[in-house]
Structures are given as C-alpha cells and as structure tokens.
C-alpha cells in the first residue's frame, strides 16, 4: 500500500466505529452494582484514613496514660459512674490508658498490609502453580494436582500456628505462612480456567495463524485468565486478615508494641463488659472492612462472568 | 403482523389456539420483544410445522404458552386448548396439562434428562403423577413404549442413566417420556438438531408412526425447512417473533406468498438439484496437496486406572485424497467421522502417525519451523463456531490483523491495517467496525471475520471445517456465496468439510464419504450423488432431506438401523463387509481397499459389492 | 464401583506418609528442644533423658523409629505431661472435641442446606437478600468476637423467652451437660452455616436454570418433587466436595471456642503442646486430624459418587 493509502486509512479512522470491549462492559456492570460501589466507597475511606492516621490524632499509638485506664469517649450513652477520657480521644481509651482511635488506625493499616502482601504471596504462589499445571502434560499435571490434595488434606492453621512457634513469630514469616493458606484454591483455580482457555478455538486459530507459544500465552491466555483470578484475590484478603486476627487472638500474630484489629478485638473482648467500646469499634471496623471486600469481589464477579441473576 | 396466505378456516374449537400472544424479555440491555402479537392453531391428530431462523421466537412462543418462561420473561394475549384459557393459569392448573395434555420434547438430550436418575424411574415418574396406576404398571406401560420409539432392549434400559444412552436413544427415551400419557398434542422443539442425519431420519419415521397410531398433534419447529415438509400438514413461517405465513403445506412450498418464505425456500441447499452454472474445471491442473494413508490418532483411557492400557482412538485410518489449484473437495460423513481431524493433520495443527502429507511437492513431515511458517502463509483454515473461533477480548480488526503480525513480518503498522479494511471490505464487512469485539456481531458477520483473518495471507488452500453450518440457512446461503466468489478470485483451492451433504452438493467438484475415519467412496460430485455405489453412501444420501412434501411423503424406510458405533470398537469399520471380520473388539482388521469403480470413482469394499474396474488408488511412496 | 474405593483406599497411604514425614521435619527444625525451658539439669540426667526419649539417635534413625511406633497406633509419650502418652491424651479429649464438632456440623448442614435452598427458591426476594445478609455476616464476624458477645447476652444477662428465664453458663464443661454445649456449639456452627447457605445457593441456582429442571415441569411435576428430587442431589454436589474443607474450618474454630469456653478437648491440647514445643503432642495431633480429614475426603468422594452416576464408571 502507498502512501496514499495510509492518508485513506487516516480519513477512514474518523468514521470507524468505536468498539465496546469486554472490559468496558464489565466496568458499567460494576458501577450499576451498588453493593460494590458502597463497598469501594468504604474501602477508600478505610485506607485513607490508615493512611493518615498520625495526622488525624494527636495521640501516639504507643503512649500509655495511667491516669486514663478504660475510659469511655466523651459521647458515650451511659450513666455518670463510669470514667470519661476527654480531649480528642474519640473512641475512648484502652486498659493502659492508650488512645482506642490512633490504635484502630493504626491497626488498619497492619491488618489491610498483611491482607494485600500475603494474598500477594498466595497469588504468585497459586498463579505461578496453577498455570505451570496447566501447561505441562497431562501426566506431570496430574501429579501436580495429587500433591495439591494432598495439602489440602493438611489443616493449614495447625501448620501455620506451628511455624509461628517454631520461628518465633517472626513477622515476615507470618505474611508468607498466612499467604501459604490461600494459595492451593488459587493453583486450582488458575489451572482450570488455563485448561479450560487452552481447548478454546481461537488458540487454535492463533496456532494457525502462525502465532507462536509465548505470544499465544501473553496475547490471548492472560487477559482471559485475568478476570477469575482477580475476582479470587479480592476475596482472598478478607480471609487473610480473618486469619491474621485469628493467630493474634490466640497470641501467635502480631506482638507488642504494633497493633492490629486482631490484637484490638481479643483485648476488647476481655473486657467486654466493663469496655464495650473496647470491642466495639476496632470490630466495627473490621466487619466493615470484610464486608466492603467481599461485596467487591462479588461484584467483580458478576461483572466479568455475567449470568442473568 | 400476521400475513397469511389464505383465511384459515377456524373449524369449531380448534385444539390449540393462540390469539394475539405478545412475549417480551427483561434484560439489562432493554427489552427483548421475542415473540409479537401471534396468531395460530392447531386441529386435531394434525402437524403443524413452526419455521423460523434464530431470534424468530419460535421456541419462546410456545414455552410462553405453558407457562415455561425464564423468570425476566413477560407473556400476554390468549392460548386456548379446547377451549380453556391457559395463558396465565396457576401452577396447579398448569401442572395437570404439561406432561397429560401437553408433552414437549427439547433439542439437546443429553442436558435435558435428569442425569442422576434412572431412565426408568423418570419414565414412571412421568406417568404416576397424572394417572393413578401402581409402579409394576407404570413400568410395563413404560417399557412397552420405550420398545415403541424402537429402542432396543428396553427392559435393560430402563435402569440405565442418561449418559450411557446415544444421543438417538436419549431422545427416542425422550419422545417416549413425552407421550407416555397419551398427550393430545406433542410439542417438538428442534427435537433433531443435535443428531446425525440417518439417525435424524429414524427419529421422523418414529413421529410419524406416533402421529398415526396414537392420533396425537404434533408441533413441530425446526429452523430446517427440509425437515419439516415430510410431516407437516400445515406450515407457520416466523421471523422477528411475527407468523409471516401460514397455510397448507403444499401452499408454502410450492406456492409461497411473502417474501420471507420465498428467500427462506430459495436460500436453502438442497441435495436434489444441480449446482448451476459452474465454473469450467481447470484440464486435469496437478494436484497440489496429495494426502496419502494419512493416519491420526489420539490415546484415550477408557478407564481411569493412573497407569491403565492406553487404547489409541483411531480418529483418521488410511485416509488419501488429492486436492488441485481452484478446485473444490467436499469432505462428508457424520460425527466421528475424522472429517474434522483430518482438517487439523492437513493443516498442521495435530500430528499424524502415518501417511504423508504432500504440499506442492514437499513432504509435510520432514519440514522445519521455519517452513511450517511458510506453510501457515499457504494453508489457512476456517472453523465452525464464529464466536467460538474469535479471541474475545480482542477486536476484529486485531484478529483479521494476527496472522499478519506473525506470518508477514516486515509490514508496517499503518500497511496491515490498510491490508485489514481491504480484506474487511472484501469479505462484506464495514471497514469502519475495525474496533468492534465479536460479541457486538451476529454470527454471519463473525464467520466472515473468520474467513478475513483466513485469506488476509493470500493461502493457496483454505479448508473450511464446518463453517457454515452454525448459521441460519439465508446467512449460510451468502456466507457460501463469498466463500465461492474468494476462490475463484483468488483460484483458491478449497477444502469443504461439512455433515450436510445438502451443502457440499452446492460447492464441491470431487465429495470424500468418510465412514469412522477411512473412506468409503470418492469420486466427483456428480458421480457420487446421482450414481452412489457403497450402502452407506446410499444410506446417507437417503436420509438427507429435501424441501419438497411430495418427495419427502413418498421417502422409502430408512436403509440404517441403530446409532454410529464407537470407535474403539475395531468391528465397527468392517459393518459393511463382514465378511471379513473378526469378532474380537481390540483385534487387527482387515483394512477394506479402495477399488475403482468408474474412471475417477472410488468405492470401499463391501459385501455383494460387483466386480471393480482394474487399478486402485495410489498408496503412499515410503522413503 | 468397588475399584473406585480401592484406588481411592490406595491412595489414602502415600498422602498420610508425607503428611507424618513434613510434620516430624518440621518438628524438628524447631530451634530448641523440648527440655530447654526449664531449669539446666546435670549433664548426665541430661544424657539420661535425651536416651529414654530417642532423642541422642540420628535424626533418620528417629524417623523410622516414630514411623514404626506410628503403625502401632503409639504416638508415643508426652514430653511434657510426663504421666500421660499421646494417645492417652488425644482420646481424653476427643470425645468432647468430638461432641462438639459433630454437633455443630449437623446444625451447619441441615440449617445451611434449608436456608440455602430456600434462598434460591425465591431469588432476589426479601427472603433470599436476608439468608444473604446474614451469612455474609456469619463469615466476617470472627468467632472470638461472636463467643464474648454471645456469652453477655445469653450468660451474663440472661434473656427472657417467652416467659422463661434464660441463663447460660459461660463455660466449662460440666461433663458434657446440654447447657453447657449450647453456646460453644452455636459459635462453631455460625460461620460454617453461612458458608454451607451460600455454597448451595449458589448451585441451586445454577441447577434451577438447567435444561432437565426444565423438563421436569414440562412433565407436570409438582415444585416440590422437582426440588426434592431433581434439584437436590446435583446442587449438593458441591457441598460434598467441601466437606473435607469445612470440617478443616470446624477443627480451627474449635481452638479458639475450646479456650474461650474452658473446654477441655484436643485443640487445647494442641495449643498448649505448641507453646511449650512438645514435639510428639503437636506431631499427634497435627497427624490425628490430618488422618481424619483424609478419611472424610474419602466418605466424601464416595457420597459423590453416590449423588452423581456419571463418576462410578469412570
């Protein structure tokens, strides 16, 4: 083609017809779900709020004040025997006098940090598995696949709760150990669908079109694979951060003197009766959390893979 | 938008009447009116034949009529059945006539009989809800229709489960289950779509044989006009959810009045005419594609023992055929046939285990990867599924653009997207939708796609593996058309592989009969279809339909019996000459030869087969 | 159908050996030993010990020797309840672990299952939006939040019930007295009954929308033989594929309500065991309940087998 041509071709591309492609249609499902849309509303809120924690409260989340032992926020319904905080202790203070808000925030931002690092790990962990499953013959794949049900058999927190003693709770330890739970679901998950896209017409299309593997694999396997993964990663975290509250709880997760809503609620529930606002607000804002992820994810869902609901 | 061709006649309390019936959808992207203002009836112990193309709502106007509409769908008007208004009737009532009064029979068998139950008990089920009978009865009134649809060995099949059925069987087990209260109507919705044509062609003979012997209405809908003139006694044309026609069935095909049903008649391919005007054969070109032996197969355990013997699925089994510039080879046979992986060994996307694939005299086995990059360049396939066959998350421009990229390096951008809307253009696609996805087309338009991204190489063989026959019969009508026009244009030779032999009787110069993956009769076009030598050609040709009453009224019985056997099993490619063989299912064959019966025609051995002409085809020069 | 259960038999051994083999390496990776802690003994008394317990022999030497204890049913000695073997100890605990679990697995499938199917019966209605509602808050709330505040309501402040004063104890075991396990077993089956509502939700949905549910109206059946009999067993296939998973999540839920409950069952066992590094309490009963959860895949492949014919022949 001349020169000529590619000024038709310039002209004919102001009239061609813009293409609708799946992914804007998955995003105009996402935004009509209003399930989803709360859900990222809070999750936003969440995170800039952790983010922002020192500039939001004037109290360290480390200093400790005797003078202040479990007291209520100024604003809490009750009668006159019980301790008030005062100043800007807005959710009260805890059983060493320390300012419930600043610790809640602070927990956030540790509680949603191990949330997307170790379903970070089990990502990598599941997506790499999964998809070398899913490639290699079938009879490497079986094996594969055998040793997978194998773990599963395992009752993965024993097995964590293990680590975390043997290795002395070490801190980076616990965002691999925890992102090790999630990762066989994800391997299983990932291989299925890399089989499933691999029996497709069009990859056989793009053999015949003289595309080679690794191209084949980048153009057309991926964005195809991308959707149930990413979907599976956002209701992933909320069991990571389930399962990080779990280990702090039983006092094997996150230690003194960091904090997280784990740490929070199983202090909080010790003193469920004299503090309730001890238990309340770090819970509140883990159920919230939880909720706006897995409305998300939901969401996500049924935007990529629509069936009539 | 009712337009028919003459008043009908309503006699007094018509069995089934629809008046006015108005269906319409629910979606999140807007209403779908599915079905408009209908009009039809239906009298007694008559068929009615329902014609119509995909989106024509045939199926939803009578899913709607007793009351099986999905949940988003909204129906209003009238249906009547003797009378009683039953458009909106409670469940209860609804209840009592399905399955009593009204028995309905779906398209794919398989997904619609409950798998984890025993064939026997939802036969049984089907009768003791509407009549009071004790289980030992109910069974032997099921077994002794099940021995009616002609299902062989009925008392064993009653405890089996719907997967260890043929696809013939589960919907003869079907059609019983349907009548097995003597319903006054039958409803039949594509009930043979999903089937090979000789088995397609029992199953009508069992409709009509119901029809007769227990008097019931048969509705029949079908997008297949072929289908339905052998046993409808009155015809509805349907299109955009409107009855276009309706009338007698000799009306409608000898005489039709709209538009619609006279392109639909004209658009079909029938078996029984000649091609027309075709091109004059190039004088004996060489061939250029020689396939010789040919032998592919696939390992399958039938069983899941880790280390169990593999059986080896012989999916192609000696096949040769020779293929020359601009000329047309129509490849037939019915499912397991190895007409599909015989496209994929010659194109190089499966390997074969034997034979030689000669292409322009080079042998297909011995070339590297940079050869099998030319060849890609040369050999170009289209698939079956349009949508199926398309990346969905790329647009059409950078599908038809693909085999560019890989195969034509050294293009630039702007030169193969000129090279796209050219090819666009050419295949009757709007240059302009180059952004589009594929879910944004209709199927026609995808499958022109698919035939874009084939010939934007300039191949010099294009093998179509069942390309059109995922279309409805006008778009498939055009969609051969471009097909025809590109090759001789582009003095293409073209593979056409396809089970409707309607079809490749319209395209093809020379026609390979596939039977379980070795031919059984080849020759030209002409030859075969007007002079066909082996029984199982015979057959197949007689099983095909054509749109004609009076011819389809007049058919013969049907010459095969029974389904296709399995493929593993090796007795069943020796069914037409056994003679020869041995009664052990895992033994060597004899290997039937292929013997020359008129200049050019080939035909398989077979029992009582007349004394061949000398000379056999060539077999493969082993080096 | 009996070479499906032995190949699945068969294949129960090679699993339980690699989980015995990663649990003793582990074990043993552990820096420290489990006499460190308490206060230096004499070198000999020392020696004395590591010999009475195997632990002087080379590491290999050790494995083998567990392994042959293993097979008779000895998970050997507590190293730290010196009175007590594992075996001892594990079958103290686990009739309550047992009592427990089983309860709360029953209330799990059989409220999970009705709610479920209910749900997706009326899709979309107010009724399938509140099974929703609550089993997503029956999976985000932890149990240790639900445990305290449940304990408030029902232990500390008693509630009233039509008419009647109800007061449960907050813990304890009291030989297994109902009061006692009504609470505990609440907490354990609450997340679980979520999971199992919205599991077969899901694929009630799914089978409601197929092509022979279709066909079951078009006979004429009445809806409730059609979900009893048609929908049922297929929607409950995926049920059955988790039932290894979920009892996984009962035995983790149990840690904590075993605590916060002050019940004496094998998860506090195992806490216990894993602070003060008891090699061969931990080992035992990380191998207990992996034994038992691979037994469980089994039933449960076996009553899928069952539920769906297409998987006997294979």
Request: glycine share 8%.
């Given at each position: 083609m001349t020169g000529g041509a590619s000024a038709d071709t310039a002209l004919d591309r102001a009239f061609d017809v813009p293409g609708r492609s799946l992914w804007a249609d998955a995003r105009r499902r996402l935004v009509g779900n209003k399930a989803a849309v709360i859900g990222m509303a809070v999750l936003a809120c969440v995170t800039l709020t952790a983010i922002l924690a020192p500039l939001l409260s004037p109290y360290p989340y480390d200093a400790t004040d005797?003078?202040?032992?479990?007291c209520a926020p100024d604003w809490w319904p009750g009668s006159g025997a019980m301790c008030r905080a005062g100043g800007e202790h807005w959710f009260g203070t805890d059983a060493v006098g320390r300012d419930l808000f600043v610790r809640v925030l602070y927990g956030a931002r540790v509680s949603l940090a191990v949330g997307l690092v170790a379903s970070l790990v089990s990502l990598i962990l599941g997506v790499g598995y999964g998809a070398l499953a899913g490639f290699v013959g079938p009879r490497l794949d079986e094996l594969m696949m055998r040793f997978v049900d194998v773990l599963y058999s395992l009752p993965y927190i024993f097995l964590v709760i293990v680590l975390m003693v043997i290795f002395n709770r070490n801190f980076y330890l616990m965002f691999v150990a925890i992102g090790a739970v999630e990762w066989l679901t994800m391997a299983r998950i990932v291989r299925g669908e890399t089989l499933s896209i691999r029996q497709k017409e069009f990859i056989e299309a793009a053999r015949a079109a003289g595309v080679g593997p690794f191209s084949t694999i980048l153009r057309h396997i991926v964005p195809n694979v991308v959707s149930p993964v990413v979907v599976y990663v956002t209701l992933t975290v909320p069991n990571v951060i389930l399962a990080e509250s779990f280990l702090s709880f039983l006092g094997l997760g996150i230690q003194e003197p960091l904090t997280s809503w784990g740490v929070l609620i199983s202090q909080g529930a010790d003193q469920m009766e004299s503090a309730p606002w001890l238990l309340m607000f770090p819970t509140l804002f883990m159920a919230a959390t939880l909720f706006s992820f897995n409305f998300i994810g939901d969401g996500l869902r049924d935007a990529l893979d629509p069936k009539d609901r | 938008m009712a337009h028919t061709s003459e008043r009908d006649r309503l006699s007094p309390a018509p069995l089934f009447q629809v008046r006015g019936l108005d269906v319409r959808f629910a979606t999140p992207d807007g209403e779908i009116h599915a079905v408009r203002n209908a009009w039809l009836d239906v009298k007694e112990s008559e068929c009615l034949g329902i014609v119509g193309e995909s989106g024509s709502g045939k199926s939803q106007l009578f899913l709607a009529s007793i009351g099986l509409l999905a949940a988003n769908g909204r129906a209003a008007g009238s249906v009547r059945i003797r009378g009683e208004e039953i458009l909106g009737a409670p469940e209860r009532v609804l209840n009592r006539l399905r399955g009593s009064k009204i028995g309905m029979v779906f398209q794919d068998p398989l997904t619609s009989l409950t798998p984890h139950m025993m064939i026997g008990t939802q036969l049984v089920e089907a009768l003791r809800t509407h009549q009071h009978v004790s289980e030992t009865e109910a069974r032997r009134r099921s077994i002794e229709l099940l021995e009616l649809v002609r299902i062989p060995d009925s008392r064993r099949r009653m405890r089996q489960y719907p997967h260890e059925l043929s696809g013939g069987m589960r919907q003869r087990a079907m059609i019983a289950m349907a009548v097995l209260c003597a319903p006054d109507i039958l409803i039949a919705d594509e009930p043979t779509t999903a089937l090979d044509v000789t088995v397609q062609a029992q199953l009508f003979e069992i409709l009509r044989d119901l029809k007769r012997e227990l008097k019931t209405s048969i509705i029949l809908i079908s997008h297949d006009m072929s289908i339905i003139a052998g046993l409808a006694d009155r015809v509805a044309i349907m299109r955009d959810g409107c009855v276009v026609e309706t009338g007698p069935t000799d009306g409608i095909y000898y005489r039709p009045q709209h538009p619609y049903t006279k392109s639909l008649l004209q658009a079909v391919p029938r078996i029984d005419r000649e091609p027309g005007a075709r091109k004059p054969r190039a004088v004996s070109a060489p061939p250029i594609l020689e396939v010789k032996d040919l032998e592919v197969g696939f390992p399958v355990s039938p069983d899941s023992y880790p280390f169990s013997r593999r059986k080896s699925l012989r999916a192609v089994d000696g096949v040769s055929f020779e293929v020359s510039e601009g000329e047309t080879l129509g490849i037939v046979g019915e499912s397991g046939c190895g007409k599909s992986t015989l496209a994929r060994a010659v194109s190089q996307l499966l390997p074969a285990r034997g034979g030689c694939i000669v292409w322009r005299g080079q042998d297909l086995a011995r070339i590297g990867n940079n050869d099998i990059r030319k060849l890609r360049n040369e050999i170009q396939i289209v698939f079956q599924d349009p949508l199926a066959s398309l990346d969905p998350r790329r647009t059409v421009g950078q599908s038809i653009a693909e085999p560019l990229f890989s195969l034509a390096r050294g293009l630039s951008h702007s030169e193969i997207e000129g090279r796209v809307r050219e090819t666009m253009a050419r295949v009757g696609l709007e240059p302009a939708w180059i952004n589009r996805y594929p879910h944004e087309f209709s199927g026609g338009q995808n499958q022109r796609v698919g035939i874009a991204r084939a010939i934007i190489v300039r191949p010099r063989l294009l093998i179509c593996?069942?390309?059109?026959?995922?279309?409805d019969v006008s778009i498939q009508a055009q969609v051969i058309d471009l097909i025809l026009s590109l090759q001789s244009e582009l003095r293409i030779a073209l593979i056409f592989i396809s089970h409707d032999l309607s079809v490749v009787r319209r395209v093809a110069d020379r026609v390979l009969v596939l039977y379980l993956g070795r031919v059984v009769e080849s020759g030209d076009a002409d030859a075969i279809y007007r002079d066909p030598r082996h029984p199982y050609t015979r057959a197949l040709l007689d099983a095909v339909p054509v749109p004609d009453p009076d011819a389809e009224r007049a058919r013969p019985r049907a010459l095969l019996n029974g389904d296709l056997p399995s493929a593993l099993d090796t007795r069943a490619s020796l069914a037409f000459l056994k003679s020869r063989m041995i009664d052990d299912s895992d033994a060597q064959q004899y290997r039937p030869r292929l013997l020359k019966v008129a200049p050019g025609h080939f035909v398989a051995e077979f029992d009582g087969m007349s004394e061949p002409l000398a000379g056999s085809q060539a077999t493969c020069a082993v080096a | 159908m009996t070479s499906f259960v032995f190949r699945r038999l068969l294949g129960v051994i090679p699993t339980l050996l690699v989980i015995v083999t990663l649990s003793f390496f582990l074990m043993r990776l552990a820096p420290g030993g489990p006499f460190d802690t308490q206060r230096r003994l004499p070198p000999e008394i020392q020696r004395n010990i590591a010999a009475a317990y195997d632990l002087n022999k080379p590491l290999y030497q050790q494995y083998f020797i567990y392994l042959d204890r293993l097979v008779h049913f000895d998970l050997g000695p507590s190293y730290r309840t010196k009175d007590f073997t594992v075996s001892e100890l594990i079958a103290e605990g686990l009739p309550v672990s047992a009592r427990l679990g089983l309860g709360a697995m029953a209330i799990a499938l059989v409220f999970g299952i009705s709610l479920g199917t209910l749900a997706a019966l009326r899709q979309n209605s107010a009724a399938d939006y509140s099974v929703m509602s609550f089993a997503m808050l029956g999976i985000t709330i932890p149990s240790f939040v639900t445990a305290p505040v449940l304990m408030l309501v029902f232990g500390v402040w008693g509630v009233k019930f039509l008419g009647h004063d109800i007061s449960l104890p907050v813990g304890g075991w009291n030989n297994g007295a109902v009061a006692n396990l009504v609470l505990p077993i609440a907490v354990l089956a609450l997340p679980e009954t979520a999971i199992v509502a919205r599991l077969v939700r899901g694929s009630m949905v799914e089978v409601l929308r197929s092509n022979y549910i279709r066909t079951a109206r078009a006979k004429g059946l009445p809806e409730h033989l059609i979900v009893l009999r048609h929908a049922l067993p297929p929607a409950l296939l995926p049920l059955v594929s988790y039932l290894g998973p979920a009892f996984a999540t009962l035995l983790t839920g149990s840690l904590v309500v075993e605590r916060i409950f002050a019940i004496p069952g094998v998860g506090r066992y195992f806490i216990e065991g894993a602070i003060n590094r008891d090699y061969t309490l931990v080992l035992g009963v990380v191998i207990f309940y992996a034994t038992f959860i691979i037994l469980l895949n089994l039933v449960a492949d076996l009553l899928y087998a069952a539920l769906d014919p297409r998987v006997r022949y294979r």
């Open positions: 005797y003078g202040l032992i479990s | 593996d069942e390309a059109v026959s995922a279309l | -």
